[in-house]
């Protein structure tokens, strides 16, 4: 920490110079420093003594760097070009540890991790797009899939590809955050290789904190992809899930003792799933209307509340369900929901009250 404010810099979003004296530090004074992009913090260990003083230089570092990262969103266009050997172009002009290629993002993204000139050659390298002789357009075996450049501390795949430690961890990361669709696949090949890594693979080479997120992570895509068969209960902040009944049931949860119908999911004591729904139908259209008026409708297949903010009409919950925003309907594959908008809708971005 430097006062109130995390120790960072852009500069360590790539292996760059900034990154490359840290890793000298390391070896000079016994401690390890360990980055974290997606937080943006340096954490430090070893003894006390050693962590205070490799903070004061750290903190030099940071304070006098005349660098940072830039970063270059690629059009699919530039992602290809980039591929067949643009981007080792780039790193051949521009130096070891300046450039690095982030393939996991969306859109992909080159950093440059150097000066403001460093950052305009590589914008006109991308803009002019010149060829590169096909041998030459493959990336080097040490060189991580990822960012590929030189991979640090290297790990090596089942189907034989390498990986920045972090890339790789990373790479995990990202996948996991994509709840319904959970797959962990492998990046080499430019992409091409998509082998799912086994959950033995991924214990062998994660940090036991990262192979628990990921196993959370898998957990939440299966709840989140079977809602007609699992809820998660509906106290706030309680994680606990069900199973969902054809009939009327209670269930206490285990964990905050809250008692739900695991029928129709409200909580109605004694009685009946229509008496409730009848009592609370009052409520209940008072809400559909404040709903309706602030643009806010439910998922058809998980009754999960949905606002849209912008786009097209196609929305994808998390469930899976692909739905058409003007009368809701909903569909298994995102063609039949855009087949079915400009069938009945005259197009996906038809305003919903021009239908009524």
Sequence with gaps: MNGDKPLWTSSLMGNGTVFQKFKKIQQDHGVII????????????????????????????????????????????????????????????LGDNIATFDIVSRPRRILIAGTEKEYET?????????SKPQSESVTAKEDCVVCWGTADNPILTKCNHVYCIECFELSCSAASSNGKNFSINCHGDMGKCQVSFSLEELQEILSSKAFEDILEASFSSHIQRNPQTFRYCPKPNCDTIYRVTDTMHFNTCTECCTVICTYCHHQHDNKTCAEYEYEASGKYEATLKMMEKIGIKSCPKCKTSIEKTDGCNHIECKCGAHLCWVCLEPFEYSKLCYDHMSAKHEGCFSLPFLQE
């Design 34 to 93: 360990l980055r974290n992009k997606r937080k943006q913090e340096i954490k430090l260990y070893g003894p006390e003594e050693n962590c205070k003083e490799v903070e004061s230089i750290i903190t030099t570092i940071i304070g006098n760097a005349s660098y940072t990262a830039h970063i270059i969103e690629l059009k699919p266009e530039d992602f290809r070009w980039a591929c067949n050997g643009g981007f080792r172009m780039i790193a051949t002009a």
């Design 122 to 130: 590589a914008l006109k390298m991308i803009g002019k797009k010149e």
